[in-house]
C-alpha cells in the first residue's frame, strides 16, 4: 500500500511537470504569434496615417499624420520577420515621410504630399 502511495505520487509530479511544459509551449507559440500580428498592425497603421498625409487639407497635418506614420514604421522596424528588401523599403519609407514632415512643415503642400505617396508605395512593397 505504501509503493502504491509512492507511485502515485511520482506520477502525479510527472503529470505536473507535463503540464507546465505543455502550458509554457502554449505560452511561446501565443506570444510569438501575438507579436507577428501586432508587427503586421503597425505596418497597417503606418500606411494609414500615410494615406492621411495624401488628403490632408493642410502642411501642418500633414507633418502631423506623417511623424505618426514614422513612430509606427520605426516599431515595425524592429521586428525580424522583414526581408533584407523589406527592410530597405521600410527604411525608404521613413526617409519619405520625413520628407513630408519637412515639406509640410514649409507650407509645401504638393511634395508633402508627393513624398507621402512615395512612402505608401514602399510599405506596400513590404508585405510582396
Given at each position: 500500500?505504501f509503493e502504491n502511495?509512492?507511485?502515485?505520487?511520482?506520477?502525479?509530479?510527472?503529470?505536473?511537470?507535463?503540464?507546465?511544459?505543455?502550458?509554457?509551449?502554449?505560452?511561446?507559440?501565443?506570444?510569438?504569434?501575438?507579436?507577428?500580428?501586432?508587427?503586421?498592425?503597425?505596418?497597417?497603421?503606418?500606411?494609414?496615417?500615410?494615406?492621411?498625409?495624401?488628403?490632408?487639407?493642410?502642411?501642418?497635418?500633414?507633418?502631423?499624420?506623417?511623424?505618426?506614420?514614422?513612430?509606427?514604421?520605426?516599431?515595425?522596424?524592429?521586428?525580424?520577420?522583414?526581408?533584407?528588401?523589406?527592410?530597405?523599403?521600410l527604411a525608404m519609407?521613413?526617409?519619405?515621410?520625413?520628407?513630408?514632415?519637412?515639406?509640410?512643415?514649409?507650407?509645401?503642400?504638393?511634395?508633402?504630399?508627393?513624398?507621402?505617396?512615395?512612402?505608401?508605395?514602399?510599405?506596400?512593397?513590404?508585405?510582396?
Amino acid at each position: 500500500m505504501f509503493e502504491n502511495n509512492v507511485i502515485s505520487s511520482k506520477s502525479k509530479a510527472y503529470f505536473r511537470n507535463e503540464q507546465d511544459m505543455l502550458f509554457s509551449s502554449i505560452l511561446i507559440i501565443l506570444t510569438l504569434t501575438l507579436s507577428a500580428c501586432l508587427t503586421e498592425s503597425h505596418l497597417h497603421q503606418a500606411i494609414r496615417f500615410s494615406e492621411a498625409s495624401v488628403v490632408a487639407d493642410d502642411g501642418a497635418t500633414i507633418a502631423k499624420h506623417s511623424t505618426t506614420a514614422i513612430i509606427h514604421a520605426l516599431l515595425v522596424q524592429d521586428q525580424e520577420y522583414i526581408s533584407s528588401a523589406g527592410r530597405i523599403h521600410l527604411a525608404m519609407a521613413i526617409v519619405s515621410l520625413e520628407q513630408a514632415i519637412e515639406n509640410g512643415n514649409y507650407d509645401e503642400d504638393d511634395s508633402a504630399r508627393n513624398a507621402a505617396r512615395v512612402a505608401i508605395a514602399h510599405f506596400k512593397e513590404i508585405n510582396k
